[in-house]
């Protein structure tokens, strides 16, 4: 441990809005890149906004940019117009440090900066960096703060690493960087980023089946006839086209997004509800998760890129088109797989998977389908409209749960249709449902790791996830191409619908 005292539990009821941070110094590696502008600063605004910094409250970035601590302090007002005197009063002590990662004399002269940001500011000491940089230097940068005495925190005051994503970009990467990482830190000081956990309504699945009595009973194969977890995005690559050939949907989205959602969907009910509860039931889940050999590669996957079309009224081009995009290139926009869970719960349970850019529309759901009741008392034409029953947590954009289920439509016939009972976040809750990004910088300056990513989870996704890809390589699953607007290529719904079960139409 490097503070000596427990994370507090988060769930603790009222506690979330009490929760403030610690006197820190946030020391941003990559702070003049895009995620720092997009993400980082707003989110720490909006927590600054909410009185959840002290005034011993400092950012350091750390960039190659020629930046001054003008400069950098402009950038940080830019990104957050209007963000109110909390967050004016924090800007005016950011500090800027410009250098190589890999240059001594930029990490001699972040230990300079560091002891006077702690003189002018009352940081005490504590630190949390940040990796926001490209990810081949998140090694670099973790190896010279302990080549240069910055790791370890002092008696009495902590010192923590966020990496971003990707985590690797195969098991035996990922396992290097940990190597790297661990040179440095504790494994308890290291805090993997999945902005997935930071969602609220992800961590309402949780709610949803271990606070209430309807739902846990119901959450297993008995009851439960296959899962469907959808990623879809309405937007292509965007200018991210040159990163995007290098990682692909399955390292982008299923290795990390998909594994944690269904990890947190699949899991057993933890002992408590805390960092290690929650993470060791997790890391369970998927280790239950089959690993699919080539063959089954070929049939129990689809990968698919997308063409240009018309996705929200407006005319896209296709993959290939897009800026630092290949021509040729055979990088999947789209997944869609089918996987097992080998456990008490769930053997025989299909989970399907989809995730995708430039379809339909940005929604991400869990779908619990249920079986259909053994024997229907009235008619079978009366029930043609009848669906089997279903629960599904909307992670987002339209936070909340549905409940599908069938009803007598009015009239002298005894005709059943399904109907949908919605629960929505934004309806029953006044409060303003905070950013990932808000809630995971503040767990991290807090120092409760409960939504980050240990090192076993990155482990297990990628047990799961690096099979495919090495079929892939050797050639299974053709790349299947798909019109921009439409939910995928076509073999994405035979790969469904030859169980005699389909897709949802979220
Ligand atoms: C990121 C991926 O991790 O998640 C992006 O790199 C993707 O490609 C993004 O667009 C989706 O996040 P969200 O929060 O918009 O669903």
Not at 64 to 71: C, F, H, V
Not at 105 to 110: I, N
Not at 179 to 202: C, M, N, P
Not at 387 to 412: H, L, W, Y
Request: net charge negative.
């Amino acid at each position: 441990m490097t503070t000596g005292e427990p994370p507090p539990n988060p769930f603790a009821i009222g506690l979330e809005m009490a929760r403030r941070a610690p006197p820190v110094v946030l020391v941003v590696f990559g702070a003049s890149g895009d995620l720092t502008s997009r993400k980082l600063l707003p989110s720490l605004a909006a927590v600054a906004r909410r009185q959840q910094l002290t005034d011993s409250f400092a950012v350091v970035g750390v960039a190659r940019s020629e930046l001054s601590d003008e400069d950098f302090r402009k950038l940080a007002a830019d990104a957050v117009p209007d963000a109110g005197p909390e967050w004016e009063r924090a800007v005016s002590g950011f500090r800027y440090v410009q250098g190589e990662y890999g240059e001594p004399a930029t990490f001699d002269r972040l230990r300079q900066v560091l002891e006077e940001v702690d003189h002018d500011r009352g940081t005490q000491g504590n630190r949390v960096y940040y990796l926001a940089t490209v990810p081949d230097q998140f090694a670099t940068v973790a190896c010279a703060l302990g080549e240069h005495g910055l790791s370890r925190p002092r008696k009495g005051c902590f010192v923590r690493l966020v990496v971003e994503k990707p985590y690797g970009r195969d098991p035996q990467s990922a396992a290097a960087l940990d190597r790297a990482v661990h040179t440095s830190f504790d494994e308890d000081q290291v805090y993997r980023i999945d902005h997935y956990l930071g969602k609220e309504t992800v961590q309402n699945v949780l709610a949803l089946r271990f606070a209430n009595a309807i739902f846990e009973p119901v959450w297993n194969r008995r009851y439960v006839d296959h899962v469907q977890l959808t990623v879809a995005e309405s937007i292509g690559v965007g200018h991210r086209g040159g990163f995007y050939e290098t990682a692909g949907a399955l390292r982008d989205i299923v290795q990390n997004h998909v594994m944690q959602v269904l990890g947190l969907t699949l899991l057993e009910p933890p002992a408590t509800v805390d960092a290690q509860g929650i993470r060791d039931e997790k890391v369970k889940a998927l280790r239950a998760v089959e690993v699919l050999s080539p063959d089954e590669v070929s049939t129990s996957v689809v990968r698919g890129q997308y063409d240009r079309g018309w996705v929200e009224g407006q005319e896209v081009a296709g993959y290939r088109q897009e800026e630092g995009v290949a021509p040729d290139s055979h990088t999947e926009t789209f997944v869609a797989m089918r996987l097992a869970v080998d456990n008490w719960r769930w053997a025989g349970v299909p989970i399907y998977v989809r995730t995708g850019k430039r379809l339909p529309k940005r929604v991400t759901e869990v779908a619990m389908a249920f079986h259909r009741v053994p024997h229907l008392p009235f008619a079978s034409s009366l029930a043609r409209d009848l669906d089997a029953n279903s629960i599904v947590v909307r992670v987002q954009p339209d936070e909340g749960i549905t409940m599908c289920f069938g009803a007598k439509v009015p009239g002298p016939e005894f005709r059943v249709r399904t109907v949908s009972m919605d629960f929505s976040y934004g309806a029953s809750f006044m409060e303003e449902t905070p950013d990932a990004y808000e809630r995971l910088l503040l767990d991290a300056m807090v120092g409760d790791p409960t939504l980050f990513i240990r090192a076993d989870e990155v482990e297990q996704s990628w047990r799961i996830v690096a099979p495919i890809l090495e079929a892939w390589e050797e050639g299974a699953a053709p790349l299947a191409r798909y019109e921009s607007g439409t939910w995928g290529p076509r073999e994405a719904n035979r790969l469904i619908e030859s169980t005699g079960r389909r897709w949802r139409r979220p």
